[in-house]
C-alpha cells in the first residue's frame, strides 16, 4: 500500500516522501483496521520528523501521520463495541499518513452521518488540545483572587485549537481576548465570535489596544466601560462590540 513516509532526520517538506510499503499489520484481539478516507496535517506531524529516531528494523522508516476519519475493515476477537464497516475518527493513529492503519478499538469514536470527512478527520487532537488548555486555565484561574474578572488572552485564535479555546472559554463564561496576526484572521474570528474583542498584531499600537481590552474586560460586571455593554450581572461575557453602555 501507499503511505507517506521518511527515511532520515530533517524537514518534513525535505524528507518526507509517498512510498509503497507492506500492508498494516492485522489487528491484534483488541485493535481494528480502518480504510483511511482522509487524514490532516498537524503541525506535530511535521515537526515530528526533525527530532524523531529511526526504527532499528530493516524497514528504517517512519509512517507519517496520527489522526484520520475511515471505515473499518477488520475487527480484533476482543472488540465488541466497532463493526466492520463502521466510519470512525482514529487518534492517536501513527502512520494514518497511508490507505489503512491499524490501531487500538480505544483510539476509535464513531462517526455520526451527519458529519463530513473533513470535520471527523480533526476530530480529535484539537478538542483534546484545546480541552487540556481549558483544564489547565482553569486550574490557573481557581489559584488567584479575580478569577471572575481575569481575561482570557487567546493567542493564534483563528487556528483550528484557537478557535476552539475561545468557544469553550465563552462556554465558562469566562471574559476573552482573541489576538491574531492580520486583519484576514480578525475577520474570521469576528464572524465566529462577534462579542469578543479582537486585537490584530499587524497593526500599530495592537500592544497599547491589548492592555485597554484586558482592562476594559476585567473591569465588566465591576465597573463602567466606555467601550463594550455588558450584560448586568453577566460576569465578564461582553455582549457587542462598539455599542457603549452602562455595565452592570
Ligand atoms: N496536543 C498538542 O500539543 C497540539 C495539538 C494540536 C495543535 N497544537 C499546536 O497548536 C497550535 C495551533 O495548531 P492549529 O492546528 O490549530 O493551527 P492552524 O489552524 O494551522 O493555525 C495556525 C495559526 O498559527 C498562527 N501563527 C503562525 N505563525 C505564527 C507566528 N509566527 N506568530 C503568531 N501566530 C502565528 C496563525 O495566525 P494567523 O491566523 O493570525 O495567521 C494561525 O492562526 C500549533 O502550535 C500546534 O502545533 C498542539
Known amino acids: 500500500m501507499r503511505s507517506v513516509i521518511f527515511s532520515q532526520a530533517g524537514d518534513a517538506a525535505s524528507v518526507a516522501r509517498v512510498a509503497d510499503v507492506p500492508d498494516a499489520p492485522a489487528p491484534r484481539a483488541d485493535e481494528i483496521q480502518l480504510r483511511v478516507s482522509l487524514s490532516p496535517v498537524h503541525r506535530g506531524d511535521l515537526v515530528g520528523t526533525e527530532a524523531v529516531s529511526l526504527p532499528a528494523d530493516e524497514s528504517r522508516h517512519v509512517r507519517l501521520g496520527s489522526e484520520a476519519v475511515g471505515v473499518v475493515t477488520t475487527v480484533g476477537d476482543a472488540v465488541c463495541n466497532l463493526r466492520v464497516g463502521d466510519r470512525v475518527a482514529v487518534f492517536p493513529a501513527p502512520g494514518a499518513w497511508a490507505e489503512?492503519?491499524?490501531?487500538?478499538?480505544?483510539?476509535?469514536?464513531?462517526?455520526?452521518?451527519?458529519?463530513?470527512?473533513?470535520?471527523?478527520?480533526?476530530?480529535?487532537?484539537?478538542?483534546?488540545?484545546?480541552?487540556?488548555?481549558?483544564?489547565?486555565?482553569?486550574?490557573?484561574r481557581g489559584t488567584t483572587a479575580?478569577?471572575?474578572?481575569?481575561?482570557?488572552?487567546?493567542?493564534?485564535?483563528?487556528?483550528?485549537?484557537?478557535?476552539?479555546?475561545?468557544?469553550?472559554?465563552?462556554?465558562?463564561?469566562?471574559?476573552?481576548i482573541a489576538v491574531v496576526r492580520s486583519d484576514r484572521s480578525a475577520a474570521t474570528v469576528r464572524k465566529l465570535f462577534p462579542d469578543v474583542p479582537v486585537v490584530v498584531t499587524g497593526n500599530d499600537g495592537w500592544q497599547g489596544e491589548l492592555r485597554g481590552s484586558c482592562w476594559c474586560?476585567?473591569?465588566?460586571?465591576?465597573?463602567?466601560?466606555?467601550?463594550?455593554?455588558?450584560?448586568?450581572?453577566?460576569?465578564?461575557?461582553?455582549?457587542?462590540?462598539?455599542?457603549?453602555g452602562r455595565v452592570g
Open 217 to 244: 474586560e476585567a473591569a465588566a460586571g465591576h465597573r463602567r466601560c466606555s467601550r463594550w455593554r455588558f450584560r448586568t450581572g453577566d460576569p465578564a461575557v461582553p455582549r457587542r462590540r462598539g455599542n457603549p
Open 100 to 140: 489503512s492503519v491499524t490501531v487500538p478499538a480505544e483510539a476509535a469514536v464513531n462517526v455520526p452521518e451527519t458529519v463530513s470527512d473533513e470535520i471527523a478527520s480533526i476530530l480529535l487532537v484539537n478538542t483534546i488540545t484545546s480541552r487540556d488548555v481549558l483544564r489547565a486555565v482553569s486550574d490557573l
Open 146 to 176: 479575580t478569577v471572575d474578572d481575569t481575561p482570557l488572552v487567546v493567542s493564534a485564535a483563528a487556528s483550528a485549537v484557537g478557535k476552539l479555546v475561545v468557544r469553550q472559554a465563552l462556554d465558562r463564561r469566562w471574559p476573552v
